[in-house]
T-cell receptor
Framework: SQTIHQWPATLVQPVGSPLSLECTVEGTSNPNLYWYRQAAGRGLQLLFYSVGIGQISSEVPQNLSASRPQDRQFILSSKKLLLSDSGFYLC???????????FGSGTQLSVL | RKEVEQDPGPFNVPEGATVAFNCTYSNSASQSFFWYRQDCRKEPKLLMSVYSSGNEDGRFTAQLNRASQYISLLIRDSKLSDSATYLCVVNGEDSNYQLIWGAGTKLIIKP
């Protein structure tokens, strides 16, 4: 069966520090991968999606970047965090676009 | 108008009661519809897909009304464990890869 791992679960970082969140998927090949951010009381906002190694699409301009160095690995990064980067970050995968998503357990990021 | 709108609630419902909530969407061309459940500070989990003819999964029934552009979720014989936020999801118009998420409806089942 397929599983998705995301870490860390919580992270407290000072403003201006770098960020690296990692997500890996097991039990499937060539998944569509996604990074979402969820702000309190709001719907999930798609940040990045990837349909293959090295293929990254950004949905919103921001202080973040994503990379997919391996088929089942998706990384969310920032060189310098802003206060506004605080939020709940979720990695997800799907078999085909616009299909049901399966999420990692999320990372609660607090930028202070 | 938001692309996907939900009543944020909370809906306070006694255990054993039936509760229903709707979600409206703006893109008449949408083809994929889902209900997800999210517990506090946890990841969303797929509850059920929504099919054109309506579908049922145990105590849960989902319906799609294309004419009025809304989907609904009905929960019968509610349990304390049904307390959660229910997220409505619809595929967007800008990209085949983007699902548009509602902000969720909070449900609280009281003993």
């Amino acid at each position: 069966s397929q599983t998705i791992h995301q870490w860390p679960a919580t992270l407290v970082q000072p403003v201006g520090s770098p960020l690296s969140l990692e997500c890996t998927v097991e039990g499937t090949s060539n998944p569509n991968l996604y990074w979402y951010r969820q702000a309190a009381g709001r719907g999930l906002q798609l940040l990045f999606y990837s349909v293959g190694i090295g293929q990254i699409s950004s949905e919103v301009p921001q202080n973040l970047s994503a990379s997919r160095p391996q088929d089942r690995q998706f990384i969310l990064s920032s060189k310098k965090l802003l206060l506004s980067d605080s939020g709940f970050y979720l990695c997800a995968w799907s078999g085909v676009p616009s299909a049901k998503l399966f999420f990692g357990s999320g990372t609660q990021l607090s930028v202070l | 108008r938001k692309e996907v709108e939900q009543d944020p609630g909370p809906f306070n419902v006694p255990e054993g009661a039936t509760v229903a909530f709707n979600c409206t969407y703006s893109n008449s061309a949408s083809q994929s519809f889902f209900w997800y459940r999210q517990d506090c500070r946890k990841e969303p989990k797929l509850l059920m897909s929504v099919y054109s003819s309506g579908n049922e999964d145990g105590r849960f029934t989902a319906q799609l009304n294309r004419a009025s552009q809304y989907i609904s979720l009905l929960i019968r014989d509610s349990k304390l464990s049904d307390s959660a936020t229910y997220l409505c999801v619809v595929n967007g118009e800008d990209s085949n890869y983007q699902l548009i998420w509602g902000a969720g409806t909070k449900l609280i089942i009281k003993p």
